[in-house]
């Protein structure tokens, strides 16, 4: 069922790629807006988490698609991940047990013992981090570039200022 999210995230990474791109040329061409700055980093926080989210949705996809196929069929067992160990530990593999935080694929040996399974799952785990890092210190740039527009009209119609209403006193 997990695949299903990969396959929307395959779908949504070309449109993703597409918006980057026309977002980096209109950064490029002239008649910018005077607060350009900060509604680029806003957008580009919001691109960051669909990033991490797109990128998860793929390792979540992979990693349910490796575990179906081992569950089902013959040759299923060992499972795909867990076909690459070397020869001496590939013998001793019992079983197999997904991990969905953080990405990864274990195998589970005759013993009780755990060994990690080869696969792109670090990679996806890295470049994830990275994307979700990104949003969050593009969030927490937009909120220090408010205070420090606050800051600099000396409270005067910046950010969190009210007009006086002539419905309260």
Request: aromatic share 8%; charged share 15%.
């Amino acid at each position: 069922m997990l695949v299903i999210l990969m396959y929307g995230a395959l779908l949504a990474a070309p449109l993703w790629a597409v918006a980057v791109v026309i977002k980096a040329v209109s950064v490029i061409l002239p008649g910018r807006r005077p607060d350009w700055v900060r509604d680029l980093v806003c957008w580009s926080a919001g691109m960051a988490a669909a990033g991490a989210v797109m990128t998860y949705a793929f390792g979540v996809g992979a990693i349910q698609g490796d575990a179906s196929e081992a569950e089902s069929g013959a040759g299923s067992l060992p499972a795909v991940p867990c076909r690459s160990l070397p020869p001496d530990v590939l013998d001793r593999v019992a079983g197999h047990e997904p991990s969905y935080f953080p990405l990864g694929f274990d195998c589970l040996l005759d013993d009780g013992s755990v060994v990690a399974a080869n696969g792109s799952y670090t990679v996806l785990n890295t470049v994830a981090a990275a994307f979700a890092l990104g949003a969050v210190l593009a969030l927490i740039a937009v909120g220090c570039m408010d205070e420090y527009r606050a800051r600099a009209t000396g409270g005067r119609g910046g950010a969190g200022e009210h007009s006086p209403s002539p419905h309260y006193p």
